[in-house]
C-alpha cells in the first residue's frame, strides 16, 4: 500500500486519479480549494466514503499541507493536477491562475524535497500555444502569446515546467511532466467551457452547438481512462525520464466532425441529412477566441516508447459514454 497525494482532488482528472489508487489498496490524501470544482458532486461524495480516502479544503499557493491524523503512511507519489483548466474560469481569475502554476507549483515540490517523493505534475498541451507545426512533439519549443487573455493559464504552465525543471536539478526532486491533450469523459463540469462538454451538454438539452471560427480547428480526444493509464505510468516509472511527455490521443479531428458525431449520438442518424451541420437551427457560429490554437496533436512517440502506453478507447466509444454520463447529471 502506498500513500498519495493529489493535489486537485475534486477536479476532473484529480478525481479520477484518485479512485484508481483506492481501488488498487492505496491510501490517498486529496488536497483541493474549490477554485474550479464542486464540494457537491456525486464523484467527490462517492470518494468519501471510501475508508481510506482523506481530504483536506486547501489552496496550494498557501503551502501549509498538514497531513490529515488518520493518514498512517508517508507520502511517497504526488500528482499535481491542481490549476483552473476551463478557459471561461481561468481567464475570470487570472492572477490566481498564474500563482497556482509558479507558487502553488513551487510549495509542492518544497513538500516533495522534504519527504523524498516522486511527483507527477500536470503540464499542458498549451505550452504550444497555437503551433505551426503538427504533430507536436516534445522537442517543439512552442509559438505562445505571453500577453493575451490566456497567457495566465499558457505561460504559467510553461513557467510550471521551468520551476519543475530547476527544482530536479537543484534540489534533486523526482519531479516528472505529463503534458496532457484535450481529454473528455466522467467527471467533466458541463459548463467548463471545453468543447465536448459544450456540445453534448448542449445537444442533451436541444440547444444549438456553439461553434468558434469555421469549425476547421484540429483537435485530438483522448478518453480519460486512457489518460489516468498514462499518467499512473509516469509514476511508476523505475527513474526519471528526464523529458517531458506526451499524452493524447493521436487521431485527429476537426470541431465540425465532433459536433456531427455528437449531433448524430443525441439525436440519431437521420438529423444531419434532413438539416444539415451548417443549418442555423443545429449550430450557432461565433468569432474564434484571440490565440485559439487551430491545431492540436500529440506525436506520442516518447509515451509508446518509455511508458509503453497508447489510447485504447477510441472517439465514437468514449462519446458513448460520456453522453451517459452527462445525461445522468444534467
Not at 16 to 21: E, G, I, N, Q
Not at 83 to 101: E, F, G, K, N, R
Request: charge should be negative; aromatic fraction near 8%; hydrophobic fraction near 35%.
Amino acid at each position: 500500500m502506498k500513500t498519495v497525494m493529489v493535489t486537485g482532488a475534486a477536479g476532473f482528472l484529480g478525481s479520477h486519479l484518485v479512485r484508481h489508487h483506492l481501488n488498487v489498496g492505496d491510501e490517498v490524501w486529496g488536497i483541493d480549494d474549490f477554485t474550479s470544482s464542486d464540494p457537491n458532486s456525486k464523484h467527490l461524495s462517492a470518494l468519501h466514503e471510501h475508508p481510506q480516502f482523506m481530504f483536506t479544503e486547501q489552496n496550494i499557493i498557501e503551502g501549509k499541507f498538514m497531513p490529515p491524523r488518520r493518514l498512517t503512511g508517508d507520502v511517497s507519489l504526488v500528482y499535481n493536477m491542481a490549476c483552473p483548466a476551463s478557459p471561461p474560469i481561468y481567464q475570470d481569475m487570472p492572477v490566481h491562475t498564474l500563482l497556482t502554476c509558479t507558487q502553488g507549483v513551487a510549495n509542492v515540490l518544497e513538500y516533495a524535497s522534504r519527504h523524498g517523493a516522486v511527483v507527477v505534475h500536470a503540464s499542458t498541451s498549451e505550452v504550444y500555444g497555437d503551433p505551426d507545426v503538427s504533430p507536436q512533439r516534445e522537442t517543439y519549443r512552442g509559438n505562445v502569446n505571453s500577453y493575451g487573455p490566456r497567457s495566465c493559464y499558457d505561460e504559467g504552465k510553461r513557467a510550471a515546467e521551468a520551476l519543475c525543471y530547476d527544482y530536479h536539478k537543484m534540489h534533486d526532486v523526482d519531479v516528472r511532466l505529463v503534458r496532457i491533450f484535450n481529454t473528455y469523459g466522467p467527471h467533466m463540469d458541463s459548463h467548463d467551457g471545453r468543447v465536448v462538454s459544450n456540445f453534448v451538454r448542449q445537444a442533451i438539452q436541444h440547444e444549438k452547438l456553439t461553434i468558434y471560427g469555421d469549425g476547421m480547428q484540429g483537435r485530438s480526444f483522448c478518453y480519460v481512462d486512457d489518460l489516468v493509464r498514462g499518467i499512473v505510468a509516469m509514476g511508476e516509472l523505475k527513474s526519471n525520464p528526464r523529458t517531458p511527455i506526451n499524452l493524447g490521443n493521436p487521431n485527429e479531428f476537426t470541431v465540425l466532425n465532433l459536433a456531427e458525431m455528437v449531433l448524430k449520438r443525441i439525436y440519431g442518424d437521420s438529423i444531419l441529412p434532413r438539416f444539415g451541420i451548417s443549418d442555423p437551427n443545429m449550430v450557432e457560429n461565433r468569432l474564434l477566441p484571440i490565440d485559439d490554437p487551430t491545431q492540436r496533436c500529440p506525436d506520442i512517440s516518447l509515451a509508446r516508447t518509455i511508458l509503453n502506453w497508447e489510447p485504447k478507447i477510441q472517439l465514437a466509444e468514449g462519446l458513448e459514454k460520456t453522453i451517459e454520463y452527462f445525461k445522468s447529471v444534467l
